[in-house]
């Protein structure tokens, strides 16, 4: 339920800073805001002005800090309430004593996200716009900051109004031939309502084929390195980083732990996972550093599998391969600046990349492999690259387009007209709960909880 009261939090990192910032949202908050702050001109808060002056305790008249506070008039703000935001020094405790003086002044805390989700109920975002803050701010690369950037401006709230328009059309059409029987219109159903219906489907189909790289994008992927002992693993994951950061000796079983990493790689985020060489040991520091290589292959998006191309394929990477089993993998061929002599086995069929950790060939084309594996060639640093990135998304688009096939299916049958909306209501529905106007509301506490105070 939506409770019209004013709330307040802190909207910066905790920690020191140059600046800190107090959030205020409600009927309250210039009362509030002009119960602490004295301004050093005589004209008062305006707004969408800042003001230059000084947070006092009300109270005793203690100064607090120096400040700049900027009142934002409703419904010209962020939660389309009335707004102020105080600017202070970004100590923990400067800040922490103002966030106290205005709670004392009639604002509660703030829920996570209660900003944000104030903005939703309020009309001036939909929930995939909103949803869509957190994922700017978690961001980890250009390409998903940009498909984040893309959701919170609406472009993908767009194509789905416009499967929703599509759908709309249709009902009203429908709804209008129950409504009066007399008028003996079945062929132009069949042409007209099919001819708004049929590009619904294909957006429809469109969203939920994008989602596997909207997700990648938003989530990241987890890449595993794995090979036998003294193949250039290490030396793999400090080239993709660019840095030094696993230790690369000429002793086989060097790397004993897991060496985990993010790197941008074209534009994706992906999680990095050095693993021990694996091989047949008496070493039990070893063999548990084995042990845990073969756990991680399973839960890895892909498996980069390393293999020295300059000797044969042995019993230990055939052991490797088994391990891998039905897992999407890449063969990286290493050492390609000597004599290549690997002969791989018919089984081993995944796409082979040759390279040298030693001197950088073929690197390039690994780090695209790589991509096109999640990304299957599509560019991801488009300006308008726009795809559903959420799993909530995609399941309720999935319900819209198997009512909106099923509405086709019963059309075409001749069904009576009086059962035709049930499908196109549902398939609304479903649309409704992407952009939030048919959400559950403890859907909507789910999501907005996940958020942080402040946001």
Same mark, same amino acid.
């Given at each position: ?65 120096? #400040? ?15 707004? %102020?935001?105080?600017? &202070? /020094? ?11 003086? %205005? ?27 909103? $949803? ?17 950037? /893309? ?36 062929? @132009?159903? $069949? ?14 189909? #469109?969203?939920? $084929? ?137 089984? &081993? ?6 390279? +040298? ?7 390039? $084309? ?20 726009? @795809? ?11 319900? @819209?387009?198997?009512?909106?096939? +099923? ?22 529905? #479903? ?25």
């Amino acid at each position: 339920m939506y409770v019209r009261d004013t709330i307040a939090a802190i909207s910066t990192a905790v920690g020191e800073g140059g600046i800190g910032i107090v959030r205020i949202s409600g009927p309250a908050s210039l009362p509030i805001a002009s119960s602490i702050f004295r301004a050093k001109s005589n004209g008062g808060l305006k707004s969408h002005r800042f003001s230059y002056g000084e947070v006092v305790n009300p109270g005793n008249g203690d100064l607090i800090d120096e #400040a700049m506070v900027v009142y934002m008039k409703g419904p010209n703000s962020y939660t389309r309430e009335d707004v %102020v935001e105080i600017q &202070c /020094h970004g100590g923990t405790l400067v800040v922490s004593r103002i966030l106290s003086l %205005v709670l004392s002044e009639g604002a509660r805390l703030a829920e996570p996200g209660e900003f944000t989700k104030r903005a939703f109920l309020n009309g001036r975002i939909d929930l995939v716009q909103a $949803e869509a803050v957190m994922d700017v701010i978690s961001s980890r690369t250009d390409a998903s900051l940009a498909l984040a950037q /893309h959701q919170r401006e609406g472009l993908l709230s767009r194509r789905i109004t416009t499967v929703k328009e599509g759908i709309v059309y249709a009902l009203a059409y429908v709804e209008a031939l129950i409504d009066f029987p007399e008028d003996d219109v079945d062929v @132009a159903v $069949e042409t007209d309502v099919l001819g708004k219906v049929a590009p619904a489907l294909a957006e429809l189909d #469109a969203l939920i $084929e994008g989602f596997d790289e909207g997700r990648v994008l938003r989530d990241g992927v987890s890449v595993v390195i794995a090979g036998k002992p003294n193949v250039g693993k290490s030396s793999l994951l400090n080239t993709l980083l660019k840095e030094k950061r696993a230790i690369v000796t000429s002793v086989p079983g060097t790397t004993r732990d897991l060496i985990e990493e993010v790197v941008n790689i074209n534009g994706l985020p992906v999680k990095l996972l050095d693993t021990a060489g694996i091989r047949e040991s008496e070493d039990q520091v070893e063999q548990e550093g084995v042990r845990l290589s073969l756990d991680r292959i399973p839960k890895a998006d892909l498996v980069l599998f390393v293999v020295d191309g300059a000797s044969e394929f042995g019993q230990d990477d055939a052991a490797i391969l088994q391990a891998i089993g039905d897992k999407s993998y890449l063969v990286v061929r290493n050492k390609a600046d000597l004599q290549i002599n690997a002969v791989l086995p018919a089984e &081993c069929t995944g796409p082979v990349v040759a390279i +040298s950790t030693l001197t950088g060939d073929g690197v390039p $084309e690994l780090r695209d492999a790589i991509t096109n594996a999640f990304m299957h060639g599509h560019a991801i640093d488009g300006r308008e690259f726009v @795809a559903v990135s959420k799993a909530r998304h995609r399941d309720a688009l999935l319900k @819209a387009r198997t009512s909106l096939q +099923s509405f086709v299916t019963n059309l075409e049958a001749g069904v009576n007209l009086e059962l035709l909306p049930v499908d196109l209501r549902d398939a609304l529905d #479903a649309v409704g709960e992407v952009t939030g106007e048919t959400t559950a509301d403890d859907v909507l506490d789910r999501i907005f909880s996940s958020f942080c105070i402040g946001k």
